[in-house]
């Protein structure tokens, strides 16, 4: 838990205030599976001001996005995708976190964040660029603020951390925040990236969204305590908080940043969530993972206790489910539309995006090879044919 | 407006995968991403979801075929203003159609469906054109190669699934057979007719290279003692619920004194066998612990418990699994069970079991020592409340006076009734039984 959360600023030492980086973490929440609002001593303030209204919105958002999900995955078994990693089950770890960044900040993803990617403004058909095969990224990052995906498992923690020596180098008050897994975390990646952060104080969240599996290993097998519980090591203030409650992972969020912010350097948040699909659609998570875990998860659904809540409060209503289903088919339908009339990839687009100056070099052998697709005659059956290969 | 959804590469880089069912059938509507089949690739089992709403036209692979990426697997008839996925200028899904008839042409492939696939058969390994390789290879390989490229793929002959469906199970190949249907469609006549014919001229195509001499499955049709035994278990599983128990015994003083037993008067020419041991000790630990030689009445609501024993056998016979039992097998002395055990075993063996041997069972012993096995979960014969299952004597190492020693062990099985028999008394039942093989002057101390 934070100690800095009531703005007295500066760096604090690490497990100084005797629960930053316990082995004991509580894990913080603050809406229950059920639906139950549960005040926190420490953490409410930092939600309070989410009024019912924003609420509503979080719960469409996570909506929203795990039908973004749903109609990615329909569109890979279709054949329109290569391939989609699907985010189910971890709606409120990312629209938690992703609602509670300024449009400033700096977003380092994996690529699963495609919840994330949804909150900074990514535009639908752009996030299926890569996955469709058509790009080896879908979008302007600095257009967004938000990196493309990273594969490499962890790498992009290291650019989130050169990102905000970057900011302390300008004297900014954006956060760098990177997204990565509980695999992640026994990369030496990440484990380089956290001791940069911590030498330079920089300010950088490390959001480790613990899905329990990096791909077929449990996460038990990879840490013997809380993944939390490691920042200690490192001198970094770590969280750890129900991953499946959007306020709780709002709140923490917002500690984190608002230390960053400071001055106070790097935060380490352990979000406790699950994957409830597949690593992606290429995988069989029934071939290694207990059918009751997954029911227990069930229970614990991010989207269901946001629901919940509603209800009590006595939001729940007609017209707000409609237009929560109504806003989700449309994106769906916008997302399918976008991914089923993407043009394909040109053969020249090859030579885009290399050097942002123009480059004589590498112009001349874009006039060679331009000169010998025209040789083929007809230029969209050159197209084709090379487009095949 | 026909669409055709073709196999798409549902992992990373799969050239096949197996249509497990389909989950619609022709004439069904069906709207965008509704479930339409399960199919199962090397890597996963996945539900395919449509991407067009629109009716089945076709089903163009039955379930259980093994399927190529890209090939087609579905038609739909989808209405020409809308309902179909806008993806006319993708250049990817619109056409399929069409394409499919014709030659196939190179086309941008980046998404979903792998690699073109050239040939119709196994992805093909290209000759090594760098390496001075023998010079018969290089010269004829690339001639070769283009080769599925020009001609038209094979045409699937014309029928409807359900002759299709029948030239599968008849194991025929549709491409020999000559439709007299309208427009060259094979009807079922031809097929059937075909088949006739199939039987006297060639061999029929599904023994691959002869190298079977006949069928690749045999099909006996379920009946008698097979049918009756299926009938039994399936009935006794699910109705009782079984508890097993194990439990290894060191059986060297039981046999030694079957050894002796062997050489009295009283019992020669009369076979022992451990069988014979273990069917005794049951009798007597019977006495003490009634509740595994009883019946759950359900009807009656009422638990039945006999003050005799039929003593069951299981027996594996030349027409299956047979559970003959010894009447009243409590009132016998041991010569005379141990007679009756061989009556029973040689009956059952010639087949001679009547009926009335069969019915009327207790409690039974299921011998599967005789096949070399320690131990198994007996299911109970219905009706009944407790089986044993007698392991193989073996000699092993043992604890036997505090040192380790070869001696005779035996491990047995106990499945019982937990309707009937709580753990307790199945338990005391089996070490009792355990007890007397163990060490058989103990049944003075329990008569």
Redesign the interface.
Same mark, same amino acid.
């Given at each position: 838990m934070s100690t800095d959360q009531t703005g007295q600023g500066g760096a604090q030492a690490p497990g100084s205030s005797g629960k930053s980086a316990g082995p004991d973490h509580e894990l913080l929440q603050l809406i229950t599976p059920a639906g139950e609002r549960i005040s926190h001593p420490e953490f409410d303030v930092w939600v309070k001001d989410i009024t019912d209204e924003q609420l509503c919105s979080l719960f469409e958002d996570m909506t929203v996005i795990r039908r973004i999900d749903?109609?990615a995955t329909?569109l890979? *078994?279709? #054949?329109?995708? #290569?391939?989609w990693p699907p985010l189910l089950g971890q709606e409120a770890a990312q629209i938690g976190s992703g609602r509670a960044l300024r449009a400033d900040d700096f977003v380092f993803s994996s690529y699963r964040e495609n919840g994330v990617a949804y909150c900074r403004g990514v535009d639908l058909t752009d996030l299926l660029r890569v996955w469709?095969?058509?790009a080896s990224g879908g979008w302007d990052p600095y257009s967004v603020n938000m990196a493309t995906p990273q594969i490499i498992i962890g790498a992009q923690t290291l650019h989130a951390t050169g990102y905000a020596m970057g900011i302390q180098n300008d004297g900014a008050d954006s956060v760098a925040v990177t997204y990565f897994g509980d695999g992640a975390t026994s990369e030496g990646d990440v484990n380089e990236a956290m001791v940069f952060a911590a030498s330079f104080q920089v300010p950088v969240v490390f959001f480790c969204t613990n899905n329990h599996w990096a791909i077929s290993e449990p996460v038990r097998l990879q840490s013997h305590i809380h993944l939390a519980d490691r920042a200690a090591g490192f001198g970094i203030p770590s969280l750890r908080v129900d991953g499946n409650d959007v306020l709780a992972v709002m709140a923490a969020t917002r500690v984190a940043l608002d230390r960053a912010r400071r001055g106070g350097g790097p935060t380490f948040i352990e979000a406790v969530s699950y994957r409830m699909g597949?690593h992606t659609?290429?995988?069989?998570p029934? *071939?290694y993972r207990d059918a009751n875990e997954l029911e227990d998860w069930a229970a614990k659904d991010p989207i269901t206790r946001v629901e919940a809540l509603l209800d009590r409060k006595g939001l729940l209503t007609e017209a707000l489910q409609q237009q929560v289903a109504d806003k989700a088919d449309a994106v769906a339908s916008e997302l *399918? *539309?976008g991914c089923?009339?993407?043009?394909?990839?040109q053969p020249l687009d090859i030579f885009k995006h290399v050097y942002s100056t123009p480059n004589s070099w590498l112009e001349r052998q874009q006039d060679h090879y331009a000169r010998y697709l025209a040789s083929f005659g007809d230029p969209a059956g050159a197209v084709?044919?090379e #487009?095949?290969r | 407006m026909i669409k055709e959804?073709?196999?798409?590469?549902?992992? @990373?880089g799969l050239t096949e995968s197996e249509i497990l069912s389909w989950k619609v059938g022709v004439g069904d509507t069906v709207s965008l991403?509704q479930v339409i089949a399960e199919v199962e690739t090397a890597?996963? +089992?996945? @539900?395919?979801?449509?991407?067009f709403a629109g009716v089945v036209k076709e089903l163009h692979e039955q379930p259980g075929s093994v399927v190529e990426v890209g090939k087609p697997i579905v038609s739909f008839e989808i209405p020409d203003d809308g309902g179909a996925?806008?993806? @006319?200028?993708?250049?990817?899904?619109s056409g399929a159609g069409e394409q499919a008839v014709e030659t196939p042409?190179? @086309?941008?492939?980046? +998404?979903?469906?792998g690699a +073109?696939v050239e040939s119709s058969g196994r992805p093909t390994r290209r000759p090594r054109t760098f390496a001075a390789a023998d010079s018969l290879e290089t010269v004829t390989a690339p001639a070769a190669e283009p080769k599925p490229l020009e001609t038209r793929p094979a045409e699937r002959p014309r029928s409807t699934p359900p002759v299709r469906k029948l030239a599968k199970d008849l194991g025929l190949d549709l491409a020999q057979v000559t439709g007299t249907g309208p427009g060259g469609l094979i009807t079922r006549d031809d097929v059937h007719e075909f088949a006739g014919h199939a039987g006297e001229a060639a061999a029929p195509t599904s023994a691959p290279g002869g190298t079977r001499a006949g069928e690749r499955e045999t099909r006996t049709p379920i009946k008698g003692v097979r049918k009756h035994t299926a009938a039994a278990m399936v009935r006794s599983a699910f109705t009782a619920p079984h508890a097993t128990e194990f439990l290894t015994i060191d059986v060297t003083p039981g046999i030694e004194l079957l050894d002796k037993l062997r050489s009295s008067r009283e019992f020669s020419g009369i076979k022992l066998t451990p069988l014979t041991l273990a069917a005794k000790a049951v009798l007597i630990a019977l006495r003490r612990n009634p509740a595994l030689n009883s019946r759950w009445d359900e009807e009656n609501q009422e638990i039945v418990t006999y003050n005799y024993v039929n003593l069951g056998i299981a027996a594996a016979t030349p027409r299956g699994l047979t559970v003959p039992n010894i009447k009243d097998a409590d009132a016998l002395s041991l010569p005379q069970l141990a007679q009756a055990l061989t009556a029973l075993a040689e009956t059952a063996r010639a087949g001679k079991t009547t009926p009335e041997d069969l019915s009327g069972g207790t409690i039974s012993i299921t011998n599967i020592g005789v096949f070399g096995i320690d131990a198994g979960t007996p299911i109970l014969n219905p009706g009944e409340a407790a089986i044993l299952g007698l392991g193989a004597v073996r000699t092993m190492p043992w604890e036997y006076r505090g040192e380790v020693a070869l001696r005779q062990v035996l491990t047995m099985s106990l499945s019982f009734d937990h309707r009937l028999v709580d753990g307790e008394q199945g338990s005391r039942f089996l070490a009792d039984v355990g007890a007397v093989m163990a060490e058989p002057g103990m049944v003075l101390a329990m008569v």
């Open positions: 749903v109609e329909a890979q *078994r279709q #054949g329109e995708l #290569g391939l469709r095969g058509n597949p659609t290429a995988d069989d029934t *071939r *399918r *539309r089923t009339t993407m043009p394909d990839p084709s044919e #487009g095949a | 959804f073709r196999l798409p590469d549902l992992g @990373e991403n890597k996963a +089992v996945v @539900e395919l979801p449509s991407p996925a806008p993806s @006319e200028s993708a250049g990817l899904s042409k190179r @086309e941008p492939n980046l +998404v979903g469906y +073109v």
